[in-house]
């Protein structure tokens, strides 16, 4: 700003924005033809409502549909972005989830004359629903995102029917990693909570808040009944190595009974259109006699 | 503890050289400069840069380009210049003052200071914002403006602990600024535990640096702190020129040692904390840039502290384009890209080094 061209910035940015717009023509301009998706759940549901072809950028954490990275450029990750790597891809809208940045490149983003939208992403059926319709309305497609609203809204109503039949709710915990004997859980406030809560059941390491490690006494004074962990190669995590005799883990009832349950970190914790199905997913592993199935 | 200035690699006349090495050293930084406006994930031909740069950018058919290029390549250019220039030089005023090859800017506790602060801002910033009831969030500019408070105040803390009626102790300096480092990374330990998943995030990617993110606004912010340490760091050469020979002996020839350590801690707090304010942590480039510089030009002061600044900016824009490239369009962390470039070259020139002195 003060070391100013000789132009001013203003008639540049406007310059550019028309060059920009221009070839596309007034019709195009309202509804965006090139969308940067940045977020797995953001992603996830612009390509669920159609909106897929139209993509020209996605971030790292857009896992869900595999060929989302495959065969879109990969801008890097959510909260590292670069300005200029955003830009070489062309949108004419950025749709983030809430969190993105840094904000400085945000900023940047705007100047140059994008429009950039974020998306809240609180861990609950409603937040999913009002997700659906903001990135339905942003994308100019309000029909296909209401009825995948209605769609997931069905599911989630199947969801909370299930759950009404629990009589007695299991314990468990969500195991996010356990890397050089760390056991890094989800407690109060995560996404892993918000899961267990939808799928009926109690958090056992909801002592701790956020993602946390957990000392081996606390996750034997916690005794789930049941282990959740993400899968995030072709290879599940083998009950005999998560539950072997010496391990905290090990000592709990869940590892008494061998109850691990493995599933797609995305799939699992990403809160967008498919998490109902995962929700009943978790319970029919925590409750296989759970009436009515 | 190095030796006078009669080393085997270092040149016959340094006083000689020095318009010449200066020279070549600025042509080298245009050069590296001039790739860093011309590359990046937006492919944009040589000639379009070019007009741009002289002037052409009001042709409305080069209004996307003269964007790209004045609105983000240049001030990202310029800041990676100043904040490479700054960090070389204090690298070099640390291993000057401390007469140890070793010696960095994070040891009188500027980076540990300002990480430590900036891990308050990443971590608990929204909520002393809510605690105190004002509307979040945060401006972004807290970040930057907090890690340079907290570098200065690590910085003054050091000092006045290892000063005593008025002298500065540097050993004392050293070891307290070990102590000093350990304890703010215990405390940034601490509000690493208590951050969520994002702001963990956060934290490693601003503890590896970035130039993304560099505005007008930045380099602006960082001019009047940064320039200003690197025109007054060649008045300092002759003194510590001196000072190699010990403090009292210095002392002797007449040099104010105890305002050219002031000086030099001084200068070093204010350019690295508007470095790190500017880019997040960027390591090596304070420890390689004159220590390569001192192998091949020799210790001499006036010639290494000039030319540590010019190839300082070089190699951190240098190491910028790179980090921008190679992974377009997204970006790797620059703290990665010059510590993956510049251990092997300094190891490099460190056997180099070690084998001219067994022949001898």
């Keep these: ?293 | 503890m190095r030796g006078r200035s009669g080393d085997s690699r270092g040149l016959r006349n340094p006083r000689a050289a020095l318009p010449w090495v200066l020279a070549g050293l600025t042509l080298l930084m245009l050069a590296v400069a001039l790739l860093s406006v011309s590359l990046g994930a937006i492919r944009i031909p040589p000639e379009r840069v070019l007009a741009v740069l002289t002037g052409g950018g009001a042709d409305p058919a080069l209004a996307r380009d003269a964007l790209v290029v004045l609105n983000i390549r240049l001030p990202r250019t310029l800041l990676g210049l100043m904040i490479g220039a700054g960090l070389a030089v204090s690298g070099a005023l640390m291993q000057g003052l401390f007469r140890n090859p070793l010696a960095d800017p994070a040891l009188v506790g500027v980076s540990s200071g300002a990480g430590f602060a900036a891990a308050c801002i990443i971590v608990l910033g929204d909520r002393l914002l809510a605690y105190a009831g004002l509307p979040g969030p945060l401006p972004y500019l807290a970040l930057p403006a907090g890690a340079f408070l907290g570098g200065l105040s690590a910085t003054l803390i050091l000092y006045a602990l290892a000063t005593r009626s008025g002298r500065t102790a540097v050993a004392t300096m050293l070891l307290a600024g070990i102590a000093l480092g350990a304890l703010s990374g215990a405390l940034t330990g601490l509000l690493t535990y208590a951050s969520d998943d994002r702001q963990l995030r956060d934290l490693t990617f601003w503890s590896l640096g970035s130039l993304s993110g560099a505005t007008w606004g930045k380099v602006a912010a960082s001019a009047p702190l940064i320039l200003p340490v690197l025109v007054a760091v060649p008045f300092l050469g002759r003194g510590l020129n001196a000072l190699v020979l010990g403090e009292a002996e210095a002392f002797h020839l007449g040099i104010p040692v105890e305002r050219l350590k002031r000086a030099c801690i001084f200068l070093v707090a204010v350019a690295v904390g508007a470095s790190v304010a500017g880019a997040g942590v960027i390591g090596f480039v304070g420890l390689v840039v004159p220590h390569a510089l001192r192998l091949a030009i020799g210790p001499e002061h006036r010639l290494l502290l000039p030319a540590s600044a010019l190839l300082g900016g070089a190699f951190l824009v240098l190491a910028d384009v790179v980090a921008r490239l190679v992974a377009a369009p997204a970006e790797l962390p620059i703290g990665i890209v010059t510590a993956l470039v510049g251990a092997p070259v300094f190891l490099w020139l460190l056997l180099g080094r070690a084998r001219v002195a067994a022949d001898a």
Excluded at chain 1, 72 to 87: D, I, T
Aim: aromatic share 4%; hydrophobic share 50%; with cysteine.
């Design chain 1, 1 to 293: 700003m003060t070391i100013a061209p000789a132009w001013s910035r203003r008639s540049l940015l406007a310059a550019a924005a028309a060059v920009a717009l221009a070839p596309r023509g007034a019709a195009a301009a309202a509804k965006a033809a090139r969308i940067a998706a940045l977020g797995g759940a953001v992603t996830e549901i612009l390509y669920r409502i159609g909106a897929g072809p139209r993509i020209v950028a996605v971030d790292t954490t857009s896992l869900y549909p595999p060929e989302a990275l495959r065969e879109k450029p990969n801008v890097g990750y959510l909260r590292a972005l670069s300005a200029e790597g955003l830009l070489a891809c062309g949108p004419d809208l950025v749709i983030a989830a809430d969190g993105a940045g840094p904000p400085a490149v945000l900023a940047q983003l705007r100047e140059a004359g994008l429009r950039v939208e974020t998306v809240a992403e609180p861990p609950s059926p409603e937040g999913v629903l009002d997700k659906i319709a903001v990135i339905g309305r942003l994308a100019g497609l309000e029909t296909e995102a209401d009825s995948l609203a209605a769609e997931v809204r069905a599911r989630f109503a199947e969801v909370a029917a299930r759950r009404a039949r629990i009589e007695r709710p299991a314990r468990a915990i969500v195991v996010l990693s356990l890397q050089g004997g760390r056991t890094v859980v989800g407690g109060t406030g995560s996404t892993a909570d918000g899961m267990l809560a939808l799928a009926g059941i109690t958090n056992a390491a909801a002592g701790v808040s956020g993602f946390k490690p957990m000392t081996d006494e606390a996750i034997v004074a916690a005794a789930p009944d049941a282990v959740v962990m993400m899968q995030n190669g072709p290879e599940p995590p083998r009950p005999e190595t998560i539950f072997a005799p010496d391990t905290a883990l090990g000592r709990t009832p869940a590892g008494a009974q061998r109850r691990l349950i493995a599933m797609d970190g995305l799939y699992l914790l990403g809160f967008g259109p498919r998490t109902p199905q995962a929700a009943i997913e978790l319970m029919r592993a925590v409750y296989p006699g759970l009436p009515g199935e």
